[in-house]
């Protein structure tokens, strides 16, 4: 890519696929940041109706030691404390989509419902910044081997055009045709 773009990956919560994607973009010499559209950040727990719930700012080295207190086991063999050890090299804290100021030329979602929420956020701020966005939704499933695709999948869209405000419709078809990647789009302005 001749041009570097200023680069949003966006999951839910992020802490897998939204930062999955920041590590691999950063590996490869990218900016970018990441961020989570939920109400909170939500983590596997001892069972499905017991979350490990945290709130957006809290330090992922904060939740590393609290879950590894909880459970060494449990969260050792699901593989969250890796997925903390890895957050927390990559940047303090989740952060919330919603609640930042900067703003992207690329925003990536993972996750159509993602989608929609930064898109509307993206949309209440237009009057802001005046600047074109474009926001991409490559679906993810929510897991540790789906996360490390999407990570690679995502690179391999940013990576393939200098020029993507002029070659963005025939750029995505490319891709979807050659990664069968579930793929939604919108061009706003942010």
């Known amino acids: 890519m001749d041009r570097e773009y200023k680069l949003a990956v966006v999951c839910a919560s992020n802490q897998n696929r939204s930062m999955e994607a920041h590590n691999t973009l950063r590996n490869h010499g990218y900016t970018c940041s990441s961020y989570g559209t939920g109400s909170a950040v939500r983590l596997p727990g001892p069972t499905r109706q017991q979350p490990n719930v945290y709130k957006f700012g809290v330090p992922?080295?904060?939740?590393?030691?609290?879950?590894?207190?909880?459970?060494?086991?449990?969260?050792?063999?699901?593989?969250?404390?890796?997925?903390?050890?890895?957050?927390?090299?990559?940047?303090?804290?989740?952060?919330?989509?919603?609640?930042?100021?900067?703003?992207?030329?690329i925003v990536i979602?993972?996750?159509?419902?993602?989608?929609?929420?930064?898109?509307?956020?993206?949309?209440?701020?237009?009057?802001?910044?005046?600047?074109?966005?474009?926001?991409?939704?490559v679906e993810i499933i929510d897991n540790h081997e789906h996360a490390l695709i999407g990570g690679q999948l995502i690179l391999q869209l940013i990576y393939q055009s200098s020029d993507?405000?002029?070659e963005m419709d025939t750029l995505l078809e490319e891709f979807r045709q050659k990664t069968q990647a579930s793929i939604l789009y919108s061009y706003a302005v942010m």
């Open 60 to 105: 992922y080295n904060v939740m590393y030691n609290d879950l590894y207190r909880k459970d060494v086991r449990l969260y050792t063999q699901n593989g969250i404390l890796n997925m903390l050890d890895r957050n927390r090299k990559i940047k303090l804290a989740p952060e919330r989509f919603q609640d930042n100021q900067d703003q992207f030329e």
């Open 109 to 137: 979602t993972c996750e159509e419902r993602v989608f929609d929420a930064a898109l509307e956020d993206i949309l209440n701020k237009a009057t802001v910044f005046k600047k074109p966005v474009h926001v991409i939704n």
């Open 164 to 166: 993507l405000d002029h």
